[in-house]
């Protein structure tokens, strides 16, 4: 059985930062592309970052390099650290695998405070 299980969410200020990961079991983690979606209260699903299988890394244009994903083939883990956190980044962030995206977890919550 799949299973993607998210980590890390909280409150933090604004400016703080925060690591989020996702363990992963269930699939054969390393022939997957891994994504962070996010979605805020009131708003659509958002494409927030990609790792590849191959280790390339892509971000949506609101992170201006403020967060970093990596991936750890062999623990089967996607980490998303998030730096300079503001308001506008409080959601739930998913984890998922595959492109498109076919396998998800249930979400963590990031609450970022003014």
């Known amino acids: 059985q799949q299973q993607l299980l998210e980590s890390g969410g909280g409150l933090v200020q604004s400016g703080g930062s925060l690591n989020l990961s996702c363990a992963v079991s269930?699939?054969?983690?390393?022939?997957?592309?891994m994504h962070w979606y996010r979605q805020a209260p009131g708003k659509q699903r958002e494409w927030v970052a990609t790792?590849?299988?191959?280790?390339?890394?892509k971000y949506g244009d609101f992170v201006k390099g403020r967060f970093t994903v990596s991936r750890d083939n062999y623990k089967k883990t996607v980490d998303l650290k998030m730096n300079s956190l503001n308001p506008e980044d409080t959601a739930v962030y998913y984890c998922s695998a595959g492109t498109p995206p076919t396998y998800w977890g249930k979400g963590t919550l990031v609450t970022v405070a003014s």
């Open positions: 790792v590849t299988q191959n280790f390339l890394t």
């Open positions: 269930g699939l054969t983690f390393n022939v997957y592309h």
